[in-house]
C-alpha cells in the first residue's frame, strides 16, 4: 500500500505545472530589484546573464531558474522564504481581485 501511494504521490507531482508562478516570481523580482535601487545592468553582471536575459525574466517571457532565485535572494540580502512569501501576497491579492470583477 505504501508504494503503491508513493507512487501515485509522485505522478501527482510531476503534473503539476509551476510556470505561471515562476514567470510571476520574475515580475516579483524586477519590483523588488528596482525598490532596492540596483539597476539591470548591474544586478545581470552579478547574475553572469545579459541584461536581456535578465529583462526577459523579469517581464514574464523566460522562467526563473531555480539556481537564479537562489543568487537574487543573496545579492538582496534576503532568505528566498521570504521572496517566496512576497509572491504569495502578490498572488493571493491578484486572484482575490478576480472575484471582484
Not at 523580482?29 to 545579459?50: C, F, N, P, V
Not at 525574466?57 to 534576503?78: D, Q
Request: aromatic fraction near 8%; charge should be neutral.
Amino acid at each position: 500500500m505504501l508504494k503503491r501511494r508513493r507512487t501515485f504521490q509522485a505522478q501527482e507531482i510531476g503534473e503539476l505545472d509551476f510556470s505561471e508562478e515562476l514567470l510571476e516570481l520574475g515580475v516579483l523580482i524586477g519590483s523588488y530589484r528596482t525598490a532596492r535601487g540596483i539597476k539591470q545592468e548591474d544586478m545581470a553582471q552579478l547574475l553572469g546573464m545579459s541584461r536581456i536575459t535578465l529583462s526577459r525574466i523579469e517581464n514574464s517571457w523566460l522562467p526563473l531558474t531555480m539556481e537564479n532565485f537562489f543568487k537574487m535572494a543573496a545579492i538582496f540580502e534576503v532568505r528566498p522564504e521570504y521572496l517566496l512569501q512576497e509572491l504569495a501576497r502578490v498572488t493571493q491579492r491578484k486572484w482575490s481581485r478576480k472575484g471582484e470583477d
